[in-house]
């Protein structure tokens, strides 16, 4: 069970079929105040986002990325298969 609520913003990016990528593009993290503190790694230029809590599984997910992935480096290297914090 979740005790803060977090969330990730998704970008909604068009593909050239007319389809739809879902982008993520940045995280959120709920306030006692039930506002939301979010932090963006992009903008998009359609301008379109989407905030949704994450999930369960999204957690799951990010625990089985950061299980397969490589060790890192000498103390305080950062691996660039890390994933990104929720």
Same mark, same amino acid.
């Given at each position: 069970?979740? /005790? #803060?609520? =977090?969330?990730?913003?998704?970008?909604?990016?068009?593909? #050239?079929?007319g389809?739809?990528?879902?982008?993520?593009?940045?995280? &959120?993290? &709920?306030?006692?105040? @039930?506002?939301?503190? =979010?932090?963006? @790694?992009?903008? !998009?230029?359609?301008?379109?986002?989407?905030?949704? *809590?994450?999930? %369960? %599984? @999204?957690?799951? *997910?990010? *625990?089985?990325?950061?299980? /397969?992935? !490589?060790? &890192?480096? &000498?103390?305080g290297?950062?691996?660039?298969? %890390?994933p990104?914090?929720?």
């Amino acid at each position: 069970m979740l /005790h #803060k609520k =977090m969330f990730k913003i998704l970008a909604l990016i068009p593909k #050239k079929d007319g389809g739809t990528y879902w982008m993520r593009i940045g995280s &959120g993290y &709920g306030n006692k105040d @039930d506002s939301i503190n =979010m932090f963006v @790694d992009a903008i !998009p230029i359609t301008g379109k986002l989407q905030l949704r *809590e994450v999930t %369960e %599984e @999204d957690l799951r *997910e990010r *625990e089985g990325r950061r299980s /397969h992935a !490589p060790s &890192g480096g &000498g103390a305080g290297a950062m691996s660039a298969a %890390e994933p990104a914090p929720f």
